[in-house]
């Protein structure tokens, strides 16, 4: 590639890159090889866009009928409805066809009847409007009009129905099957399957496989068709599993080309149910259901999906008026009662549908229960009405043009229906990743990544990354040194940092430990010897050592001049609590109420208990504070030393390895002694705190204790020396 053949931005990178590499063969290579894989992936794209338009464009000629298409292929569609005029001798003069527009006119001869006057007859007239109106014998425009489109959905993935409705002889069988005295007076049956074998034989690399089953629905019984002479053929039941049918025992039989499918449709034809009837030699006498199982593979190679799609072709029995049927009591009267009877069902449903009711009669009998999907559900429909344009048949030819305007309005949810295939789907997938990876390396490739790797890390690689995290904590690397290359990378990134977070954790637990900043163990409390406290923690009434009094943060109440000779510790209390003569008496005789008030009654009991937990909970935090006052200035003096032998091992540049791991590691003791001495400067702080208000507490308690005490001591006292002078009185 030259630089000639280049675009304009190219020539620049190919002109920077001429400039820039001077001689540089190797440099210049590459970026000929990434213009070149450039233009190349440029032409690509923007000729998978047009392919892209193309058949988007293809699809929505093909789907005249979408109305609205939705994602993965599926499509809301409204019914389609054409009416197929069979040729008369005697037409109508009531009937009135608008091909172009598709339209046709009815006029109906009605009465009105004026109070008491004569009865006048006036015309009123009836408008259909349908998807299409073919007043013509060929039949091969009926397929093209009404069932092409069907079929060509149905090779595409779509389910697809065709049915055809009408009363007796109005040319039902001759649409769908066709007539058999020439070629092509070939119906929409044949035609279908020539269609669809036409493709198969087109596309083998499609893989079409094709299934077919044949069944009639006579007087509310289900009949397969293309049972076999000897084998039962009775009777057939629907099943319906998770709001799919299905019917066991009906007949599925592949077929692999028109010949062998055509052979067999008729041999079940053989087997139909016909009647003669006046209207009709070879009148059917029960609706029929042909449907063909289609599976095809599209796509290429591995990216190849299965869809699986149904052909219904369904012909109906026709309806006829009871009154017209010669054979009053034969069995013709009671077909037609039967055929007239689940027509009318048919009716009702799609009545019911049309008006969007909640409940809607599919399971009432055994026509509209098979043609469930085909009128509400996964699948495009089309009605072909046939009529017979004699006036005769005016009433019918109005019911049946009723009933399509009706179907008309219905509207399916038609989906591709893809086939689940574990092997295709892995396949894909496997496909899929290469195909991601190939496309991670082009971008690399153009962005200058050449040397990018998605692969998984190797522990070489994870040994790598860990160091280099590491520097990186250390401070001694930049955050630029830790590579970012992919996604796989980034994950270990993570779980490497979370390795190291919880290394440095456990480090910091455990020089916590050495600092002793896990509480210590409860000590048990001193036993009580009975005496009192010693003179040093606690306090009494006596005489106590000066240096033992607690601090007097409140204004002391006022002593008595008696108080003060003796030397009592007094704590703060309100003047009002102590009672009068109580400082006349005797310090011992006080002592010894004192302790008599602790130890031997209630309240003294409860208040000295209280006062004992208070005062041991006391000195414990008084040693752990202690502790901790020891423990910083332990980390103080080693934060000062490693603060001291970095600065002076900072000048020296590392000259191996080792020392650089030594400097690390002093780095990092640094960093957690550091870390604890601020840690226990709050918890010293913290502690003092809780000291100061435990002192405050046992000072309270203490004050309450003597406060009962006094109150106690006067009442006793007063009542002892009632009890002494009384003793007195009485010797005397
Ligand atoms: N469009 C048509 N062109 C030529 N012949 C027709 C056409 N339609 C019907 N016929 C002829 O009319 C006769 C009756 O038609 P056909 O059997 O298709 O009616 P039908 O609706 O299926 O009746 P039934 O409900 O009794 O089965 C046949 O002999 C058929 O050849």
Redesign the pocket.
């Known amino acids: 590639m030259s630089a000639d053949s280049c675009e304009t931005g190219d020539r620049e990178i190919w002109k920077n890159a001429e400039d820039s590499s001077s001689g540089r063969g190797g440099r210049k290579h590459e970026i000929a090889r990434t213009l070149e894989i450039r233009s190349f992936f440029t032409a690509l794209s923007s000729w998978f866009t047009l392919y892209i338009t193309q058949s988007v464009q293809r699809q929505k000629d093909q789907s005249s009928c979408f109305i609205r298409e939705m994602p993965y292929g599926e499509c809301e569609c409204r019914m389609k409805v054409h009416l197929?005029?069979?040729?008369s001798s005697k037409p109508s003069s009531a009937l009135h066809f608008d091909e172009a527009k598709a339209m046709v006119r009815i006029d109906v001869q009605k009465k009105q009847s004026n109070s008491g006057g004569p009865t006048k007859l006036y015309t009123d007239q009836i408008v259909f409007s349908l998807d299409s109106v073919i007043r013509t014998?060929d039949q091969e425009t009926v397929f093209d009009l009404c069932a092409k489109e069907i079929v060509d959905d149905v090779l595409r993935g779509y389910n697809g129905t065709i049915m055809?409705y009408?009363?007796?002889?109005?040319?039902?069988?001759?649409?769908?099957?066709g007539?058999n005295?020439e070629y092509a007076?070939r119906g929409i049956i044949p035609r279908a399957v020539h269609r669809l074998f036409q493709e198969k034989e087109e596309k083998p690399e499609a893989g079409i496989t094709v299934q077919m089953s044949y069944l009639e629905v006579y007087n509310e019984g289900i009949y397969d068709l293309l049972q076999r002479k000897g084998e039962p053929g009775g009777c057939l039941m629907i099943l319906e599993d998770n709001g799919l049918l299905e019917i066991p025992g009906l007949a599925k039989i592949p077929v692999e080309n028109e010949a062998e499918t055509l052979k067999l449709y008729f041999e079940g034809e053989k087997l139909r149910s016909?009647s003669n009837?006046t209207?009709?030699?070879?009148?059917?006498?029960s609706h029929c259901v042909l449907t063909f199982y289609i599976e095809r593979q599209t796509g290429i190679r591995t990216f190849q999906d299965v869809t699986v799609a149904k052909l219904n072709l369904v012909?109906l029995?026709?309806n006829e008026r009871l009154k017209n049927i010669a054979d009053y009591r034969g069995h013709l009267r009671r077909e037609a009662m039967g055929i007239n009877k689940s027509l009318s069902f048919l009716l009702q449903t799609v009545y019911a549908l049309r008006l969007g009711q909640d409940y809607i009669p599919f399971r009432h009998s055994r026509l509209t229960t098979l043609l469930k999907e085909s009128l509400g559900g996964n699948c495009k429909t089309v009605l072909v009405v046939?009529a017979w344009p004699e006036d005769y048949f005016l009433d019918e030819t109005i019911g049946a043009l009723r009933f399509a305007q009706w179907v008309k309005c219905l509207k399916t949810t038609a989906v591709i229906n893809k086939k689940l295939d574990f092997a295709s789907t892995k396949r894909r997938y496997v496909r899929e990743i290469s195909d991601l990876r190939q496309e991670l390396a082009l971008k690399d490739a153009l962005s200058g990544r050449m040397g990018a790797s998605y692969n998984e890390l190797t522990e070489e690689a994870k040994t790598q990354l860990r160091n280099k995290i590491e520097a990186f904590i250390t401070d001694e690397k930049e955050l630029d040194q830790i590579p970012i290359e992919n996604f796989r990378q980034v994950k270990e990134l993570f779980c490497l940092f979370k390795e190291a977070h919880v290394s440095i954790h456990a480090q910091l637990e455990k020089v916590l430990a050495e600092y002793r900043l896990i509480p210590p163990p409860e000590e048990p409390p001193p036993e009580d010897n009975g005496v009192g406290e010693l003179a040093c923690e606690g306090f009494h009434v006596g005489i106590a050592p000066l240096d033992a009094r607690p601090e007097r943060h409140a204004k002391p109440g006022p002593l008595s001049p008696e108080a003060k000779s003796c030397g009592v510790s007094m704590l703060t209390y309100k003047e009002k609590d102590v009672p009068e003569g109580v400082w006349e008496c005797e310090s011992d005789i006080r002592n010894d109420a004192f302790l008599e008030f602790k130890h031997a009654t209630q309240e003294g009991q409860e208040q000295e208990t209280v006062l004992k937990n208070k005062e041991e909970e006391l000195r414990t935090k008084r040693r752990y504070a202690r502790d901790i006052s020891a423990s910083l200035n332990k980390a103080k003096q080693e934060v000062e030393e490693l603060k001291k032998l970095i600065e002076e091992k900072g000048v020296i540049k590392p000259s191996n390895c080792a020392e650089l791991e030594k400097r690390a590691a002093l780095m990092t003791r640094f960093r957690f002694v550091k870390a604890v001495y601020h840690k226990v400067h709050k918890e010293l702080k913290i502690a003092k705190q809780n000291l100061e208000a435990l002192q405050q507490e046992v000072r309270d308690q203490k004050e309450k204790l003597l406060v009962s005490f006094y109150s106690w001591f006067d009442n006793v006292a007063k009542y002892r020396g009632e009890e002494t002078e009384q003793f007195m009185a009485s010797m005397a």
């Open positions: 197929r005029m069979r040729p014998t055809t009408g009363h007796v002889g109005s040319g039902k069988t001759f649409t769908m099957t007539g005295k007076h016909y009837h209207l009709n030699q070879m009148s059917s006498r012909d029995a026709g046939c």
